[in-house]
Every structure is written in structure tokens, then in C-alpha cells.
């Protein structure tokens, strides 16, 4: 098993395919890109999925060369006009997702919140239509922001991935806990709530458990070695290196809006200031 991360880390069935269509430049078939998002997900060779907000961003995820295409809700959401939270009507976020699928030739994971107030048969079928084959589904509440319970959040993502064989649609489903997001209780009591729930999410169907907001690398481990599953961790708190989140067992990395927020920051506080004091602010 690596310890070094690699932006195009694939296995070896899902190599082939993307090497296939790169040379012939052609889309990878849908079901296709499905097998190749999820062979993807290798612990200790984590695909690392800089998130994307639009078509423009996405095409630049491809031609850095990394595998695979993520977006970041709070980005997206952003560029749409909209807060975070299932803000953005779903049909925008639908569209703005298959605006991104026809940028790029790469399999396309979105993160889609809590899934909009959509039932789980609409859900696989309006989001299966934008051509994606991943999605993130969280466990707070967007209401409230509190979380759900354990056996809601599992039941709903059973009754997801149901709604998919049903419709022969495979979906790569990133089960998003926020247990030491919403920090409640005790760092240990965070802690074996994310364990209890990335256990019950696996068992509901699901491909990868992510527990946002982890930085400790003990905890990051603990999670590695008590979850039978990919995990994926954020890439920033605590300042980890990718190739230090490999050595934890993590097999997906991901940036949420980070990107885009800098690019942002940068226009904010250094482009736009710089003109408006007549100075060339592209020197």
C-alpha cells in the first residue's frame, strides 16, 4: 500500500479507462466514470479532489491533471448568489452541476448538502440527469443545523442508494458526518459519534465516510483504523501535508471552498485596492 498521494492515483481498472479517453479525447461513458470516481478512493493513495465552483474552474482541475472533479457547495452557491446551507434552489444547483459534467471529460462528485428536501427516488433521478456520478449527503440538519440522528441520516442514505440500483443508476455516495462540525459533547464523544456514524453509513450502502472538521492526526488515524471504509479528510486543518493525511490511512482529500475563497481574497485585498489607487495591479 502507497503512502504517497498522487493527483492522478487510480487503480489499476480504473487507469485504463481514463487513459483511454484522454488519448482518444473522447467522455468517458457514464457507468464507466462511476467505476473510476470509486476505484479512486485507495487508503494510504488518497485522490486528492481540489474543489471546483464552475466550468472554468473545473476545466482547470483537468488540465492540472488530476482525476477527478469535486465541487464545494459554499462555492458554488457563491457564484450562483445564494448563502450556504441549501440556499440555492435545487433546480440552479442541477444545472450549474451539468454546466461542469459537459466542461470537463472527468467523473464529476458534487456536493449536494443534505439533498435539497428532495425523497430519495427524485433525488437519484434529477441528479442521475445532470450526468455526475458522486455526491456528497450530510447529516445536519440545514434548517436547524443540528444534527440528525444516526438512524435518520442511515435510512435516508439506504433509501438513496435503493432509489439508485432501482433506476440502474450508480451513484458514488461521500457520506459527510458532522459530528465535530456542530462540536457536540466532548472531543472523545465527537469522536465515537463519527466512529458509530461512519459505521451505520457504510452499512446503508454508502462509498466513503467523511467526517468534516477532524485535524488531529491521532483522531484522523483513529477514524482510518475504526471505520471499514475510504475516508475522506479536509485538507488544511492543522496544516497537514498530503503526503502526511497518506501515511493516516485517508483516501479522499478535499479543499471545500478554500480555492476559491483566496482567488477571492486576492482580487479583494490586492487587485481592486491597487487600482483604485491608479497603480497597475497586474505587475
Given amino acids: 500500500m502507497s503512502d504517497s498521494p498522487s493527483r492522478n492515483t487510480t487503480a489499476d481498472d480504473a487507469s485504463s479507462v481514463t487513459a483511454t479517453a484522454a488519448a482518444l479525447g473522447v467522455t468517458t461513458p457514464k457507468p464507466e466514470k462511476s467505476a473510476v470516481l470509486r476505484a479512486l478512493h485507495v487508503a494510504g493513495a488518497p485522490v486528492v479532489l481540489p474543489n471546483a465552483w464552475d466550468a472554468a474552474s473545473a476545466r482547470m482541475v483537468e488540465a492540472a491533471g488530476f482525476a477527478a472533479v469535486a465541487t464545494s457547495s459554499a462555492a458554488t452557491s ?27 471529460r472527468l467523473p464529476v462528485t458534487v456536493d449536494f448538502e443534505r439533498g435539497y428536501g428532495l425523497a430519495p427516488a427524485e433525488l437519484v433521478e434529477r441528479f442521475a440527469a445532470t450526468g455526475a456520478v458522486g455526491l456528497n449527503l450530510e447529516d445536519s440538519d440545514p434548517a436547524s443545523g443540528k444534527l440528525l440522528s444516526v438512524g435518520e441520516q442511515a435510512d435516508f442514505l439506504a433509501a438513496v442508494r435503493q432509489a439508485a440500483q432501482s433506476s440502474n443508476v450508480d451513484l458514488v455516495i461521500n457520506a459527510r458526518t458532522d459530528a465535530f462540525l456542530r462540536r457536540a459533547g466532548t472531543p472523545e464523544e465527537q469522536l465515537a459519534t463519527a466512529l458509530e456514524r461512519g459505521v451505520r453509513y457504510l452499512e446503508a450502502g454508502v462509498d466513503c465516510v467523511y467526517p468534516i472538521g477532524v485535524g488531529d492526526p491521532t483522531v484522523i488515524r483513529t477514524l482510518t483504523e475504526g471505520i471499514p471504509g475510504p475516508i475522506n479528510v479536509a485538507y488544511g486543518r492543522g496544516a ?10 485517508v483516501a479522499r482529500i478535499t479543499f471545500g471552498p478554500m480555492f476559491q475563497r483566496h482567488l477571492y481574497s486576492m482580487l479583494e485585498t490586492t487587485l481592486l485596492p491597487a487600482l483604485a489607487a ?4 497586474f505587475q
Wanted: charged content about 20%; overall charge negative; cysteine-free.
Fill in 78 to 104: 457563491q457564484i450562483l448568489g445564494f448563502e450556504d446551507g441549501e440556499a440555492t434552489p435545487v433546480q440552479e444547483v442541477l444545472d450549474a452541476t451539468r454546466r461542469i459534467v459537459q466542461a470537463v
Fill in 240 to 249: 497537514h501535508s498530503l503526503a502526511e493525511l497518506a501515511s493516516l490511512g
Fill in 278 to 281: 491608479d497603480a497597475n495591479p
